[in-house]
């Protein structure tokens, strides 16, 4: 049998791809690591662990969930292929060097971050966006049957980005000319879809500004720019934040059935209804499923990719809302596999037709699903990976 050496913590959506691989007929054998380790002593001693358990192991390849540039290191060491799957945005270890290893096949939701990578010359990355486990979610919903939970007009399932950032405080309380250029710059950026120019708008001026209220540190053996770490880390989450308030206060008092399911702390918003956090395997797909309509308020860091929030909720036969997302293109018709929004005055009023039409939902939110099922399940992505891998070898 195949075996593959899967080092990897608690992340979303890993039961699902290591169902996926044994369903392909692949051993998986886990190995519980740290998500990110700070410190140099302790990476070079998971890099040593992770070395000697490749080498008795007789695996066929490495596999990971994000790329993880210690777990590079010992694939390299060992001259063994090592495959990741890029879920998170933003994924700051794809901009380290070791992401060029020969012995990488990295594969990355976002085709916007591939493409800037492949510009800077690195070879080993492809497209290869996200997937939904939707016989696991199909699973779910026979077995729950028919009761009322988790029923309502719109729903949003996610965080706020609300919470307080202690290593971005000194930008908060800056009063000056930087908090109103910054302050503009998100305005501006919350009103357009479809094109982020956070990172462009940073100028030298205002970076060495930036820098000097709050340094944030070049990273060493790394590629990306210390305006991509404002634009995203920063700068997106803002954006983000303002997006996602505004949107379920406008349709917390909107009077349409709205429900928020997020762990962020909604105490100073009463009118809106939050289910809390919900369980991504036993809950979610309740949601999705019984949710007339479902939005996909994109984290802004995210270019062009769609994240696991759009597979899941076609996945789960639900009726999706979002915001533009190039990518969707490349695989989904909208106005026939879902609807997408161009504002926020968009959004409210295709909510309102389309909980009026309640055909047309319909026809939509089994089209997305159909679609789905038929070619973006986590067994499709592991064909695609390995098939990429084996060509990387030739």
């Known amino acids: 049998m195949r075996r593959i050496f ?5 992340s979303l959506g890993e039961e699902s791809v290591v169902r996926a691989f044994c369903d392909e007929g692949y051993e ?69 060097e070791t992401v060029a290893y020969d012995t990488n ?7 916007h971050v ?8 690195v070879g080993t990355v492809h497209y290869l966006p996200m997937a939904a486990d939707v016989a696991c ?17 719109i729903s949003f399932v996610g965080s706020l980005y609300s919470e307080a950032r202690p290593q971005f405080a000194p930008l908060e309380a800056d ?22 120019f956070l990172e462009a708008s940073l100028t030298p001026e205002i970076i060495e500004v930036l820098q000097r209220l709050c340094q944030m540190p070049q990273r060493v053996h790394s590629m990306e720019p210390i305006a991509w770490i404002y634009a995203h880390y920063y700068l997106a989450q803002r954006v983000t934040a303002r997006e996602r308030g505004e949107i379920v206060r406008r349709l917390a008092a909107s009077g349409l059935d709205f429900r928020l399911y997020s762990g962020s702390d909604t105490a100073g918003w009463p009118e809106v209804k939050n289910g809390g956090y919900i369980d991504y395997y036993s809950q979610q797909p309740l949601v999705f499923s019984r949710s007339k309509i479902n939005l996909n308020i994109s984290l802004r860091s995210i270019q062009t990719g769609m994240p696991l929030r759009v597979f899941d909720i076609m996945g789960c036969g639900g009726f999706l809302l979002t915001n533009f997302q190039a990518d969707l293109l490349e695989h989904f018709v909208p106005g026939e ?10 959004l409210c009023d295709k909510a309102r ?24 399940t986590y067994r499709h992505r592991v064909r695609e990976m390995v098939n990429r891998y084996s060509s990387d070898l030739v």
């Open 353 to 376: 037709y389309y909980l009026a039409h309640e055909d047309e939902r319909r026809e939509i939110a089994q089209s997305g699903y159909e679609k789905v099922k038929a070619g973006h």
């Open 105 to 111: 096949s990295v594969f990355i939701f976002d085709r």
């Open 28 to 96: 998986v054998d886990r190995y519980d690591i740290p998500k990110a380790e700070p410190d140099q002593a302790k990476r070079g001693e998971l890099a040593g662990e992770l070395v000697a358990k490749i080498i008795s192991g007789g695996y066929d390849f490495v596999f990971t969930v994000n790329f993880l540039p210690v777990v590079a290191i010992a694939a390299k060491a060992c001259r063994i292929r090592y495959l990741s799957w890029v879920y998170d945005s933003p994924c700051v270890e794809v901009y380290s």
């Open 137 to 153: 979610f199909d699973e779910v919903r026979r077995s729950v049957g028919d009761n009322g939970d988790f029923r309502s007009d």
């Open 114 to 121: 591939c493409d800037d990578l492949r510009r800077r010359g």
């Open 337 to 346: 596999d879902f609807v997408y929004y161009e504002s926020i005055d968009d």
């Open 6 to 10: 899967f080092p990897g913590w608690d």
């Open 175 to 196: 009063g000056g000319y930087l908090r109103g250029y910054l302050d503009s710059l998100i305005e501006a950026q919350l009103r357009v879809y479809g094109v982020n």
